[in-house]
């Protein structure tokens, strides 16, 4: 998770140096559920098949996984960047925390194939926080991870 916006782009920079394909999309519109599953299809190029549904999208991200489609072949990896979180977190709370638990998930599977994946969220919010995705706990980067870090 990243608070500050210039942190997230040197880090994106980063990944984008070292031929990770970098996919943002921005979640401040997304007033509804319907609103993720429409930017994220789009962006991962998902099939026009795509169920626009929690179940749909675990089984898009795990072609997305297998590198079916949503990553060049060439890549390293993929990076998924979801910047403005904390709104549609505060109104979808459950959607919010499934999404970044189908991406974990389906991030492991893709590292057991040698493929890799990851999801860095940004919020507005430097409180915003989510229980554990994946059997793991979303967490702060390293250079914001202390509260004072993340003052306004």
């Known amino acids: 998770m990243f608070w ?43 099939p026009d098949y795509y169920g626009n549904n929690l179940h749909a999208l675990n089984d898009c991200l795990r072609d997305v996984a297998a590198g079916d489609y949503g990553v060049g072949g060439a890549a390293t990896g993929l990076v998924l960047t979801i910047r403005n979180y904390e709104t549609f977190a505060a109104e979808q709370a459950q959607t919010a925390q499934a999404l970044l638990d189908i991406f974990a998930v389906q991030a492991r599977a893709a590292a057991l194939i040698g493929r890799r994946m990851m999801c860095l969220v940004q919020s507005n919010n430097p409180k915003l926080t989510f229980g554990p995705v994946g059997a793991m706990p979303v967490v702060w980067n390293e250079a914001e991870w202390l509260d004072s870090k993340r003052q306004p």
């Open 4 to 46: 500050q916006p210039s942190l997230l782009d040197e880090t994106t920079t980063w990944l984008r140096d070292h031929d990770y394909d970098v996919v943002i999309v921005d979640a401040s519109g997304w007033a509804a559920p319907a609103d993720m599953h429409q930017a994220l299809a789009d962006a991962l190029d998902f």
